[in-house]
């Protein structure tokens, strides 16, 4: 069964039983390239602004209250969570978003129309773009939409490494006590706490999230009422920062009027802003993640100096091995937010005049880094840094087998580079300790070498990691 819907091009036959309509399906058939769709953050949103839109255009007189009135409640359903598999354009498509856009429209004057007692398709009682679309363009509607949609997964994003943060936190405390072979450049360098390495992890955490928060004011910045180009065309004075106020009403975001309406419309480099912070915050966790894999190597030949949580077996051919898939998984899920940056700012490099045709792709490659992040990051705090444990002998066998290098850089004050040089090198050579060496010549006493020693080895204050990240 099929209903008649036209629009510029002509007459087709539309499912009678979607929301959607003719430009929809036009889309559909004109973008079917990935399998891609758009966010459910995306649509939820789009659900929120043309809700305020309907509000707005209610309070001004411009909307009669029963279809005002139907088109908000449509919306609500949209922002519940109802009617999302009717939004089917792909993510990949020409035209600025305004496929998507229609999708929008026909959805919920669809919606609106059964509310009203008439039949799908009948735009007669609400109109895609007469109704729901009232004194609005895509080149408005889409880029506050992403907006109200990356400051909600800002704040998700936000506690989620703060949860993160807690948990590299206690692990610092934990592992406080536990000396271990700092290594640079690979190669043994001098003993550190195992503590003070998770400590600096959780350190980098809090600046992270610190930076992810602070991003999300440019986001606060909207171009809703500057319909195509940022002029106000065929939108009353205020429509635009009233619309606002409806959305602030309802999500609390504190969303503020961009002021030069042109500027938002056609520069789109408050994104730039925070994809790049995305990026910092993937390069950190990977180093972590990175970090961690290595001194869990092994585990019986390699360093084996922590133990990570066993998720799965690791080998169709070696019984018994297993592998850090959580590790691995957070790895690429860094390296896909780095080369999405990439495209965030190839997309805005070609935006051109008034307009940017490839908001499309640039909200797909944000929503895709900042979930995937999200996500990632609560299984890799629940299934891999919870569950860490120290290997402590391990790491003091370690400590002890590196002793003729690591001591001597705190030894360079009291006996001198050179003399520590020969020290190191007649170890070396004698298979023995720098420890042996120095006592046997009589360098220093035991005393004096151990109270030296200790000085070198930096207390872990468990205070310093959240509060001054």
């Known amino acids: 069964m099929s209903r008649l819907e036209h629009d510029l091009l002509g007459e087709r036959e539309v499912p009678r039983d979607v929301y959607w309509g003719i430009h929809t399906l036009r889309a559909r058939e004109n973008f079917d390239v990935s399998g891609h769709r758009i966010h459910p953050e995306l649509i939820r949103a789009l659900g929120q602004v043309k809700k305020s839109c309907a509000r707005a255009n209610m309070e001004l007189g411009y909307l009669t209250e029963d279809i005002g009135q139907a088109i908000v409640t449509a919306c609500d359903e949209i922002i519940g969570g109802r009617l999302h598999d009717q939004f089917i354009v792909d993510v990949f498509q020409g035209g600025a978003g305004t496929s998507t856009h229609m999708n929008a429209n026909e959805v919920i004057a669809n919606r609106a129309i059964e509310m009203l007692g008439g ?147 056609q520069n789109l480099d408050a994104f730039a802003t925070v994809s790049s912070m995305l990026k910092v915050h993937a390069a950190n966790i990977s180093k972590i993640t990175s970090d961690l894999m290595l001194i869990a190597s092994g585990p019986r030949a390699g ?68 979930s995937l992040l999200n996500q990632a990051e609560r299984i890799f705090t629940e299934k891999c840094v919870k569950g860490i444990r120290a290997n402590e002998e391990v790491c003091r066998e370690l400590v002890d087998r590196g002793w003729w290098n690591w001591g001597l850089p705190a030894l360079v ?15 070396a050579r004698d298979g023995t300790t720098a420890r042996e060496v120095i006592l046997s010549d009589g360098m220093l006493t035991e005393e004096e070498l151990d109270t030296i020693l200790r000085k070198g080895i930096r207390a872990f204050d468990k205070d310093d990691v959240i509060d001054r990240s």
């Open 119 to 265: 039949e799908r398709g009948d735009y007669d009682i609400v109109h895609p773009n007469n109704h729901v679309n009232m004194h609005q363009s895509t080149n408005d509607v889409i880029p506050t939409a992403i907006r109200v949609a990356m400051c909600r997964l800002h704040c998700q994003l936000s506690g989620t490494i703060l949860e993160l943060q807690k948990a590299l936190k206690q692990k610092a405390e934990d592992f406080a006590h536990i000396l271990k072979m700092g290594r640079t450049q690979h190669q043994d360098a001098t003993p550190i706490t195992l503590g003070a390495e998770f400590a600096a992890y959780a350190k980098v955490m809090g600046r992270d999230r610190h930076r992810i928060e602070d991003s999300e004011f440019i986001l606060k910045r909207v171009n809703m009422g500057g319909t195509a180009i940022g002029t106000g065309v065929a939108s009353p004075t205020g429509f635009g920062i009233l619309v606002i106020e409806k959305i602030n009403e309802d999500t609390n975001l504190g969303l503020f009027d961009a002021r030069d309406l042109v500027d938002a419309t």
């Open 303 to 370: 360093w084996g100096e922590i133990t990570l949580p066993e998720m799965q077996a690791g080998s169709s051919l070696m019984p018994g091995k297993v592998n850090p898939v959580i590790g691995e998984m957070v790895e690429q899920v860094a390296m896909q937010v780095i080369s999405n940056d990439y495209v965030v700012c190839e997309v805005i490099r070609r935006g051109r005049l008034e307009l940017n045709a490839f908001q499309p792709l640039l909200s797909h490659c944000l929503f895709e880094s900042i």
């Open 413 to 427: 004050p009291y006996i001198g580079y050179e003399k520590a040089t020969d020290v190191a090198r007649q170890a």
